[in-house]
Nanobody
Framework: VQLQASGGGLVQAGGSLRLSCAASGRTDSMYAMAWFRQAPGKERDFVAAISVGGTRTIYADSVKGRFTISRDNDKNTVYLQMKRLKPEDTAVYFC?????????????????WGQGTLVTVSS
C-alpha cells in the first residue's frame, strides 16, 4: 500500500486546514488509518485514527474537539480536518495504515506510512 499525504501549508493561529491521504496499491484489503505528527526535535505522536468502516475514531487529547478524521473508502482517501489551529500544532503530519479493522495509537502498530506534509501555524 502506498500513501500520499497532501494539504499542508502555512496558516495563522485560529485558522483551518484539511489534510488528505490517498492510498493506492492493495487497497482491497482492510486497513485502519491514522494521522501522526512530528515536530522538530520531537518524537512522532499520535493524532487520530479511524476504523475501516469509519464508525470508530480515536483522538489525542490535545486535538479533541478541534480535529476530525474521516474517510471515503470509494476514493481510498482519509482526511484530517483541523480547526482552531494553534502554534503548537506545527509539525510534519504523516498518514499511516495498519491491516486491522480498528485503529490504534502506537506508532509501532502501523505498517504503511506516507511521506508527510508540513503544517505551520503562525502566532
Amino acid at each position: 500500500v502506498q500513501l500520499q499525504a497532501s494539504g499542508g501549508g502555512l496558516v495563522q493561529a485560529g485558522g483551518s486546514l484539511r489534510l488528505s491521504c490517498a492510498a493506492s496499491g492493495r487497497t482491497d484489503s482492510m486497513y485502519a488509518m491514522a494521522w501522526f505528527r512530528q515536530a522538530p526535535g520531537k518524537e512522532r505522536d499520535f493524532v487520530a485514527a479511524i476504523s475501516v468502516g469509519g464508525t470508530r475514531t480515536i483522538y489525542a487529547d490535545s486535538v479533541k474537539g478541534r480535529f476530525t478524521i474521516s474517510r471515503d473508502n470509494d476514493k481510498n482517501t482519509v482526511y484530517l480536518q483541523m480547526k482552531r489551529l494553534k502554534p503548537e500544532d506545527t509539525a510534519v503530519y504523516f498518514c499511516a495504515a495498519r491491516p486491522s479493522v480498528t485503529g490504534a495509537t502506537p506508532v509501532s502498530d502501523y505498517v504503511y506510512w506516507g511521506q508527510g506534509t508540513l503544517v505551520t501555524v503562525s502566532s
